[in-house]
């Protein structure tokens, strides 16, 4: 069967689609003719509807109930009719007005306000830390026989340590602090973690802050992996398909199992936007959604973030919100 639709049709699907994210309900071919397509007249509409369905872009759930659309639907929806849109967001500008020492911090900033602004579950992972590259290492003396050691990296500050000097060496820190710049600066954690220091016979009396730093670094890494964050869980209630158990009960069984959202944001390809929806997906999406997208800064991947909610999401906003945040990330 031939899936190519005229401009009518789409017009018509965009019509149903548009109307049914709004409203949750079907909607007639003498309200499409009203509101959106005046010049058709509602015969023509119901022709092109029955042909929409033949084409498997709309459903009857129900015997008793109207046409709604489909996952294909929505997949062609996404994918060759909705165009950009600019939305001008209020928690952008505050967002973009905060101090952040990390990265990190931006990206979870940023989770919480994809979920208030769309009003949908955000969901947030924190890309593998291998890749973050080493700046600078500096000891700061306390002066009560220890130093702060003070990492820094191409994405912030990672978290201090506060280590104890060997007594009686003068300019130790000093010393300390060339050895441990010219050892690490400009590496990345991989790099670092697979290949230890050796250090001469005169220098093992430094050993200590080396594997005082290697620690840090490890616990690091190991804290920053898998890190899945999810926002606004309780905003799929504020939905009516929250009235279906069965709906209820798959999200919750989906966002209550960090590997499965994984899973799910786990896109390796070099496209802007992963869009995953409902039943065309062998992923346990039934009547759900998920877009995410990742973002990068100075060319590095730092994370995905992602949206997940019913089917019938405001894909438009959505793919608005997460474009924007990613122009507001580089930015910061």
């Known amino acids: 069967?031939?899936?190519?639709?005229?401009?009518?049709?789409?017009?018509?699907?965009?019509?149903?689609?548009?109307?049914?994210?709004?409203?949750?309900?079907?909607?007639?071919?003498?309200?499409?003719?009203?509101?959106?397509?005046?010049?058709?007249?509602?015969?023509?509409?119901?022709?092109?509807?029955?042909?929409?369905?033949?084409?498997?872009?709309?459903?009857?759930?129900?015997?008793?109930?109207?046409?709604?659309?489909?996952?294909?639907?929505?997949?062609?929806?996404?994918?060759?009719?909705?165009?950009?849109?600019?939305?001008?967001?209020?928690?952008?500008?505050?967002?973009?007005?905060?101090?952040?020492?990390?990265?990190?911090?931006?990206?979870?900033?940023?989770?919480?306000?994809?979920?208030?602004?769309?009003?949908?579950?955000?969901?947030?992972?924190?890309?593998?830390?291998?890749?973050?590259?080493?700046?600078?290492?500096?000891?700061?003396?306390?002066?009560?026989?220890?130093?702060?050691?003070?990492?820094?990296?191409?994405?912030?500050?990672?978290?201090?340590?506060?280590?104890?000097?060997?007594?009686?060496?003068?300019?130790?820190?000093?010393?300390?602090?060339?050895?441990?710049?010219?050892?690490?600066?400009?590496?990345?954690?991989?790099?670092?973690l697979s290949t230890p220091v050796d250090l001469d016979a005169e220098l093992k009396s430094f050993k200590q802050v080396f594997d005082d730093v290697f620690d840090l670094l490890s616990e690091y890494k190991k804290s920053r992996e898998g890190q899945l964050y999810v926002e606004g869980a309780e905003k799929i209630f504020q939905y009516p398909e929250a009235k279906d158990y069965d709906n209820i009960k798959n999200f919750v069984s989906i966002v209550g199992k960090k590997d499965k959202l994984k899973e799910l944001m786990r896109d390796d390809g070099d496209i802007e936007f992963c869009i995953k929806i409902g039943a065309e997906e062998d992923e346990g999406l039934k009547n759900m959604a998920l877009v995410s997208a990742k973002y990068h800064v100075k060319g590095r991947e730092v994370g995905q973030l992602g949206v997940i909610g019913p089917e019938r999401m405001d894909y438009k906003r959505v793919l608005t919100v997460l474009r924007q945040l990613g122009k507001v990330i580089d930015k910061l």
Do not use: W
């Open 1 to 192: 069967m031939d899936d190519k639709l005229t401009e009518r049709k789409k017009r018509v699907l965009q019509a149903l689609i548009d109307s049914y994210i709004t409203s949750v309900e079907p909607i007639s071919s003498a309200d499409i003719q009203k509101k959106y397509l005046p010049e058709v007249s509602p015969a023509t509409i119901r022709s092109e509807m029955s042909r929409l369905e033949e084409m498997g872009y709309l459903i009857q759930p129900h015997v008793s109930a109207g046409r709604i659309p489909s996952s294909k639907a929505y997949r062609y929806y996404v994918d060759n009719i909705i165009n950009n849109e600019d939305i001008d967001l209020e928690a952008f500008r505050t967002y973009l007005s905060r101090k952040y020492d990390s990265v990190a911090e931006i990206v979870k900033d940023g989770a919480k306000i994809v979920s208030d602004v769309t009003n949908y579950t955000s969901l947030l992972m924190i890309s593998n830390s291998d890749t973050l590259r080493i700046k600078d290492i500096k000891l700061l003396d306390m002066y009560d026989g220890t130093a702060l050691v003070l990492i820094i990296t191409d994405s912030g500050v990672i978290k201090d340590k506060e280590i104890k000097l060997p007594d009686g060496q003068d300019d130790y820190i000093s010393i300390a602090n060339n050895l441990l710049a010219r050892c690490f600066s400009g590496k990345t954690l991989e790099q670092i």
